[in-house]
């Protein structure tokens, strides 16, 4: 006689939400419990196959790494820049000329710290070669002597030969920034063996040729 038909309760308190809460609140408002979404979880698992993938083709080999496709992209951008100046000779004139050429002497620079500063040192003042920035030498005498020694390499390849490995652009343009390096007099780190011998100054560069000096900009016909 005291039972209470259920419908008469109110309805929410019955009917079980189909997400239920979190006990999580702020304000007032409350957070359903709710599944990640499929799709998230497949995204995730795609990103973590992913990482194995790009860890495989780029780090373990089977692929080009970052840096030799960097090497390859930087030679064919030097190379494509190179066909303004066409193949430099490496006689003392031309190693003259570029030793303070504002658009060429950083491509010597950037040569420079890539294939020689483990050896000479960032700042060229030696470690397992000898100092570049005196006037104390070993195989230079003449300042064409540096493309030489880079070409052919010195002392059973202990100076290896870069004459296979670099442009000849590339050796001339290290040789000018090697012989600008020269006077800087940097107390020599690490080279023990034979300082050398000191030889006369470079001799003084030339005057740019017409050629080679920055090309006029023709004012543009449509006056913009
Ligand atoms: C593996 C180490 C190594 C690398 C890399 C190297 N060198 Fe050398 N370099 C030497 C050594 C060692 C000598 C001295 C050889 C000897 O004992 O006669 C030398 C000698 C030289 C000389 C002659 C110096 C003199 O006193 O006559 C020049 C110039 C030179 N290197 C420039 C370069 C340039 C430019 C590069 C980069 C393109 C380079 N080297 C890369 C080790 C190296």
Redesign the pocket.
């Known amino acids: 006689m005291t039972h209470t038909p259920p419908e008469h309760e109110p309805p929410h308190d019955q009917t079980p939400l189909e997400d239920p809460l979190t006990d999580h609140e702020y304000d007032g408002i409350k957070e359903y419990d709710n599944p990640i979404p499929g799709w998230w979880n497949w995204l995730f698992a795609g990103t973590v196959v992913f990482s194995l993938l790009y860890i495989l083709f780029y780090h373990i080999g089977v692929g080009p790494s970052i840096h030799e496709q960097f090497e390859a992209e930087t030679a064919f951008r030097l190379t494509q820049r190179f066909g303004k100046i066409g193949d430099l000779k490496p006689d003392a004139e031309t190693i003259l000329l570029y030793m303070n050429d504002p658009e060429w002497a950083p491509v010597g620079k950037s ?2 710290r890539s ?2 500063a ?3 040192g960032a700042d060229a003042a030696g470690v ?3 100092n ?1 920035t005196d006037d ?5 005498k003449k300042i064409e002597d ?1 493309a030489k ?2 070409t052919n390499g ?2 059973n390849n ?3 030969e ?1 004459g296979s490995k ?1 442009h000849i652009n590339e050796i001339v343009l ?2 000018s920034y ?1 012989a600008s390096l020269r006077g800087q007099n940097l107390p020599t780190v690490g080279w023990t ?2 300082p ?1 011998k000191k030889i006369p100054a470079w001799p003084a560069p030339p005057e740019p040729k017409a050629d080679q000096a920055p090309e006029p900009v023709e004012p543009s016909p449509s006056g913009t």
Do not use: E, F, T, W
Not at 136 to 140: A, E, G, Q, W
């Open positions: 040569v420079y294939k020689c483990s050896c000479h397992a070669g000898p570049l104390l030498y070993i195989h230079v540096i020694v880079v010195a002392n202990q100076m290896p870069h670099l290290v040789s090697v063996a034979d050398g």
